[in-house]
């Protein structure tokens, strides 16, 4: 039964019943896409010769991928942060939450791609690059930042307390990421590789650039799910609770 | 107004004039105590607004109504470590107030001189109790807020409560009690709002 | 290596269709949950 | 919508209108200091957190210096000792702050009376006295039992206080955090404030092991750690400034 009335413009994006077209065709494309690419990125390019294990090195291209999404969404989430501190709206809370959720994961991928060049290259599965320092400080952040969440009952509260420390410790990360590099010993990663005309070559950018493009495609749309199932979880629950509120009568007394 | 994801009461308009005494009652956990907390501050409304108007400004900022009104109520406290006398002394400062301002106000709310240099550990919950009235008045605040200021207060103890009340109420300020105690309603109440769950 | 390379793949595929499928779930959720509304708005 | 008004309108109100104008709190840096004032009358009177913390330094540096029982120890270790030594000691203290006034409801009388971000200030101080007091107890201390041959002073008494400075400033912003949780404060705290605390840890350490090093080149790299520690202090404190208030205030 296709419910023609609008009632609410305010949800307009979850009224449509029968799901667009546009974005179910761009999802099956998203499939498709990545999955090309993960068969692209190891078959399609050439073994990266100069590396120890020329086969494995190919592993960069889902490896930068995961870590240039991953601080996206870590980005999106602190953004969402002020936002909610500025205008206390749940919905923004829970673009926050969702985003530095989808962030951790991202960043745990970025830690075992990262880990597993790391040990053939490197020797060592952690070797203290002062980029696996500010990772490990990213992942810690995040896991701190649900735990704080988790120990906090009332709603408006361990929102904006999760918030402010969203905020709080991202300002501490590029302490990390730029103060210290510049006085401690040159980093393991090669710098500008990805970026740099004569770094990779044009068959690893263009999978790795797709890769960066197709995963931000998933970003986007694993947020759009977790808040649209989040604000139904509100409304359901708002709905339920304004009946029992208490009756409040007024009366005169007089002097 | 929505506090903790329960809706505990909504759509309420209350014009409270200059020199009025409130009464609030209700059965306890019908939002007594968080309306009068959203009142002082303490509490954020999650929809709706409180304004203060102050015949020459309206004032709606939830920082500067802090300032203006004097709340007490039992998870209100003072320092323990710390006399009645030393507490008032730092609130005094606090609110900009010179701090000798709370050695009559303990005199008035019937807190004995003998015991006022104590550290407030020392006291039963009787003295607490005028302590925190006291200090809610340190700074003559236009609106007090009591949250059962006469709970654990004896016959004297009510009596001072009165005369603090009527001098308040007298010099224009605004008063809202929360109380069940029949007796105040009838004394106190100019006006009433009752909450039943 | 091509072993190596059905691992992710079939990691992707996988998380494709959960999320296929979520987004299904959410969207016949919010049909649902509009549709109450406006027959309790009607009443 | 919910509109409570109250209204004291001027006539009516002749000897509190006079006092509407006055201002009904004291300048922010005189509710800083009265804060910090009270924090450290009321802490000589107990010595919950002087004393846990002093106990807490002096164990842990006997212990390990017991655990090494002289063993030859490379002065870059000695240095990682002494700030986990002093991290651990100044967090078992620093948390006290805030979650003795939750719990006892004297916070919301500070809501009450003081604005939120003389709070902070008031309660940084009494921080940073605290820590300082931990690095003047576990210091002396690990340089009896675990003595560093040529240690430059003047690059690491600088870095105590710099670091000092942003450990109080990171560790003070958690603890009003922490003090709002229903569970599990003290492991809160830790997890909570290792994140942050990370690049400070890592600029200190490297810090004192260049002055521990009597190399040159490595004290000269002090002296940037010195600025990086500074620069971190003056982050983590503007930060802890411009959101304590969503903190405190609900």
């Known amino acids: 039964m296709i419910s023609s009335r609008n009632a609410d413009a305010g949800f307009a994006s979850s009224r449509k019943i029968e799901s667009d077209p546009a974005s179910s065709f761009l999802k099956v494309l998203l499939l498709i896409a990545q999955s090309a690419l993960i068969v692209a990125g190891f078959l399609w390019l050439a073994p990266a010769d100069g590396f120890r294990n020329p086969d494995l090195a190919r592993i960069v291209v889902f490896h930068v991928p995961c870590s240039i999404v991953a601080s996206i969404a870590s980005t999106v989430a602190t953004v969402y942060a002020v936002i909610y501190l500025a205008k206390r709206r749940p919905s923004d809370d829970i673009k926050s939450r969702t985003a530095f959720a989808i962030g951790l994961l991202l960043w745990v991928l970025t830690t075992v791609t990262g880990a597993i060049f790391a040990k053939v290259q490197w020797g060592a599965y952690w070797n203290w690059d002062i980029k696996e320092k500010s990772i490990l400080m990213l992942l810690l952040i995040n896991i701190a930042y649900f735990a704080l969440r988790s120990a906090i009952d009332n709603p408006n509260k361990q929102a904006a307390i999760a918030a402010a420390y969203a905020i709080f410790a991202m300002a501490a990360v590029p302490a990390l990421t730029y103060l210290l590099p510049n006085s401690t010993p040159d980093t393991l990663h090669p710098k500008g590789v990805i970026t740099t005309k004569e770094g990779l070559d044009a068959h690893y950018k263009i999978v790795l650039w797709s890769g960066v493009l197709c995963l931000t495609g998933v970003f986007v749309w694993a947020m759009r799910i977790q808040v649209r199932l989040e604000e139904l979880a509100l409304r359901v629950q708002k709905s339920k609770s304004t009946s029992r509120g208490a009756k409040v009568v007024i009366t005169e007394l007089g002097p | 107004m929505a506090y903790g994801g329960t809706t505990l009461f909504a759509g309420v308009t209350v014009d409270i004039r200059a020199g009025q005494r409130v009464i609030v009652t209700g059965a306890n956990g019908t939002g007594k105590t968080t309306f009068l907390k959203i009142l002082a501050g303490l509490v954020r409304p999650a929809s709706g607004r409180v304004e203060v108007d102050l015949g020459n400004r309206k004032v709606d900022d939830v920082g500067e109504r802090r300032r203006l009104v004097g709340y007490a109520g039992p998870d209100v406290n003072v320092y323990d470590e710390l006399s009645a006398v030393e507490n008032l002394a730092f609130l005094a400062r606090l609110r900009g107030v010179p701090a000798d301002a709370g050695i009559d106000l303990l005199k008035k709310a019937g807190l004995k001189r003998s015991k006022q240099n104590h550290p407030v550990r020392t006291y039963s919950s009787g003295m607490r109790q005028r302590v925190r009235l006291a200090a809610s008045l340190l700074s003559a605040p236009p609106i007090v807020l009591w949250d059962e200021p006469t709970a654990m207060l004896d016959a004297e103890g009510r009596g001072f409560v009165d005369n603090m009340l009527k001098d308040h109420v007298e010099a224009g300020g605004v008063a809202v009690i929360a109380t069940n105690d029949p007796a105040e309603i009838d004394r106190w109440g100019d006006r009433r709002i009752h909450f039943d769950g | 290596m091509i072993p190596l390379m059905l691992v992710p793949l079939i990691v992707w595929v996988a998380v494709w269709g959960y999320m296929w499928t979520l987004d299904r779930k959410v969207r016949a959720l919010a049909a649902e949950v509009d549709a109450r509304d406006t027959e309790e708005s009607d009443r | ?250």
């Open chain 4, 1 to 250: 919508m919910t509109d409570v008004s109250i209204s004291t309108d001027e006539q009516k109100l002749d000897t509190t209108a006079a006092r509407l104008n006055e201002p009904k709190t004291a300048s922010w840096v005189t509710c800083a200091w009265e804060i910090f004032r009270k924090d450290i009358r009321v802490e000589l009177r107990t010595r919950y957190a002087l004393g846990s913390v002093a106990l807490f330094s002096v164990t842990t540096v006997v212990m390990m210096a017991a655990a090494l029982s002289g063993a030859p120890v490379k002065t870059e270790v000695k240095a990682a000792l002494i700030w986990v030594v002093l991290l651990f000691a100044a967090l078992s203290g620093l948390a006290r702050a805030f979650v003795r006034e939750e719990e006892a409801g004297t916070a919301q009388s500070l809501r009450l009376t003081a604005p939120a971000t003389a709070v902070y200030a008031g309660k940084l101080l009494f921080n940073l006295a605290l820590v300082f007091t931990v690095e003047a107890i576990t210091v002396p201390l690990f340089s009896v039992f675990m003595p560093i041959p040529g240690v430059r002073y003047d690059l690491f008494i600088p870095i105590l206080i710099a670091g000092g400075w942003g450990l109080a400033a990171a560790a003070t912003f958690v603890a009003a955090m922490i003090a709002q949780t229903t569970s599990g404060k003290s492991a809160l705290f830790a997890i909570v404030s290792f994140p942050v605390l990370m690049p400070l840890l890592m600029a200190a350490v490297q810090g004192t092991a260049g002055a521990f090093s009597q190399v040159a080149t490595f004290e000269a790299r002090a002296l940037a750690d010195i600025g990086q520690l500074s620069i971190y202090g003056v982050v983590m404190t503007t930060a802890s400034l411009l959101l304590f208030e969503y903190v405190w205030h609900d």
